[in-house]
C-alpha cells in the first residue's frame, strides 16, 4: 500500500556523499539544512497524518528516483542514497518510525529537470 510521493528539492551530491572531504562542521550544516526541507516537504504533504497507517512493526519500503539538473551527471546509488539519508532520517522522523525499518529499493534514473529534485515514494507491504 503506497503510502506518499514526495519530490524533495536536488542538493549538490559531492558535499553529503560518503567520498566527500568536507570539514565535518559545513557537513553537519548541510545536512541540518537538508533535514528541514525534507521535514516541511513531509508535513506539506500531510504525511504526519499518514502515522495511523503505518503499523508498529515491519518494513517501509522507500523507492528513490533521482532526477538531475541539466548537464548533471547522474550519482552512482551508493553515494546518492548516502546523500539523502538526512532527508530520509527526516521522513522517519515526520512518520513516527526508526529509519531501520525503511527498505531501500533499488535507485530508480529519472529524466533530468531544470533544477532537478528526487522523488521519494513510500510504501508499506500490505
Same mark, same amino acid.
Given at each position: 500500500?503506497?503510502?506518499?510521493?514526495?519530490?524533495?528539492?536536488?542538493?549538490?551530491?559531492?558535499?553529503?556523499?560518503?567520498? /566527500?572531504?568536507?570539514?565535518? +562542521?559545513?557537513? /553537519?550544516?548541510?545536512?541540518?539544512?537538508? +533535514?528541514?526541507?525534507?521535514? %516541511?516537504? %513531509?508535513?506539506?504533504?500531510?504525511?504526519?497524518?499518514? +502515522?495511523?497507517?503505518?503499523?508498529?512493526?515491519? /518494513?517501509? @519500503?522507500?523507492?528513490?528516483?533521482?532526477?538531475?539538473? /541539466?548537464?548533471?551527471?547522474?550519482?552512482?546509488?551508493?553515494? @546518492? #542514497?548516502?546523500?539523502?539519508?538526512?532527508?530520509?532520517?527526516?521522513?522517519?522522523?515526520?512518520?513516527?518510525?526508526?529509519?531501520? +525499518? @525503511?527498505?531501500?529499493?533499488?535507485?530508480?534514473?529519472?529524466?533530468?529537470?531544470?533544477?532537478?529534485?528526487?522523488?521519494?515514494? #513510500?510504501?508499506? %507491504?500490505?
Amino acid at each position: 500500500m503506497n503510502i506518499a510521493r514526495l519530490t524533495l528539492d536536488w542538493v549538490r551530491m559531492s558535499d553529503l556523499s560518503m567520498n /566527500s572531504r568536507l570539514h565535518w +562542521r559545513k557537513k /553537519s550544516r548541510l545536512v541540518k539544512a537538508q +533535514r528541514g526541507m525534507a521535514t %516541511a516537504i %513531509a508535513q506539506e504533504a500531510r504525511l504526519h497524518l499518514a +502515522r495511523k497507517q503505518v503499523p508498529d512493526a515491519g /518494513s517501509i @519500503f522507500i523507492t528513490l528516483t533521482c532526477c538531475p539538473p /541539466s548537464g548533471t551527471v547522474y550519482p552512482d546509488d551508493d553515494n @546518492f #542514497i548516502t546523500a539523502q539519508k538526512g532527508a530520509l532520517d527526516a521522513i522517519a522522523k515526520v512518520l513516527g518510525v526508526d529509519d531501520s +525499518r @525503511f527498505k531501500v529499493q533499488p535507485v530508480r534514473k529519472g529524466e533530468r529537470s531544470k533544477d532537478g529534485g528526487v522523488i521519494v515514494e #513510500i510504501a508499506i %507491504a500490505a
